[in-house]
C-alpha cells in the first residue's frame, strides 16, 4: 500500500499541473519567437489571470515579418480577428496619465489603462488583433469577454510587441 502512495503523489501533481493550461501563462509561447530579439518583457501570471507583454527589436529593417507573425500566432492556436495600420501621430495619445506612452487597447471602455502594458513602439504600426482562445473577466462586473492578444509591428520591421491579457485581471 506505501508503494502505490508514493506513486501517486508525483501523477497527481502531473495531472494538476496540466490542469492549470499552459505551463508560464497562454501567451508563454511567444516567448519562443525570436528570442534572441527580445530586448524587454513583462509576465504576472497567476491561478485566476494574468497578463503578458514582450518587446523585441532588430537593427535590421525587415527583421519582423506580418506574414511570418501571423504564422507563428495561427500555429499557437491564436486567430487573427483584425488587422489595423496606426501612425505613429495617432499613437501620440496612447498615454496615460504620468504621460508614459501605454497599449490602451485592452479598455476601450475606459478612460484609465493599466500601467501593466508599457508601449516601447511609436513609430507607425501595424496592430493585429488575435482571438487568443482564453477568455477575460471583468473585475468590475464579472462579464466575460474574449482575451484578445495583441501583435504590434512598426512598418519598417525593426520592432514588434505582444501584449495578452487573460482571466480576472
Known amino acids: 500500500m506505501r508503494d502505490l502512495t508514493r506513486s501517486s503523489v508525483p501523477f497527481s501533481l502531473l495531472l494538476g499541473l496540466c490542469a492549470c493550461g499552459p505551463v508560464g501563462g497562454p501567451a508563454a509561447f511567444w516567448k519562443g519567437y525570436r528570442s534572441g530579439l527580445i530586448v524587454r518583457q513583462q509576465s504576472d501570471q497567476g491561478p ?34 483584425k488587422r489595423t495600420e496606426v501612425s505613429s501621430r495617432e499613437m501620440s495619445g496612447w498615454t496615460g496619465v504620468d504621460g508614459r506612452n501605454l497599449f490602451p ?5 475606459h478612460s484609465g489603462v493599466s500601467d ?3 508601449r516601447h513602439i511609436s513609430r507607425d504600426s501595424v496592430i493585429l488583433k488575435f482571438d487568443s482562445r482564453w477568455m477575460r473577466e471583468d473585475a468590475g462586473t464579472n462579464e466575460m469577454s474574449t482575451a ?7 512598418k519598417d520591421g525593426q520592432q514588434m510587441a505582444i501584449y495578452h491579457l487573460w482571466g480576472n485581471s
Open 148 to 154: 484578445y492578444g495583441y501583435v504590434q509591428l512598426s
Open 48 to 81: 485566476w489571470g494574468g497578463h503578458r507583454w514582450i518587446q523585441w527589436e532588430s537593427p535590421d529593417v525587415g527583421a519582423f515579418s506580418e506574414v511570418e507573425v501571423r504564422q507563428f500566432a495561427q500555429n499557437h492556436g491564436w486567430r487573427l480577428v
Open 116 to 118: 501593466d502594458f508599457r
Open 105 to 109: 487597447l485592452f479598455y476601450p471602455k
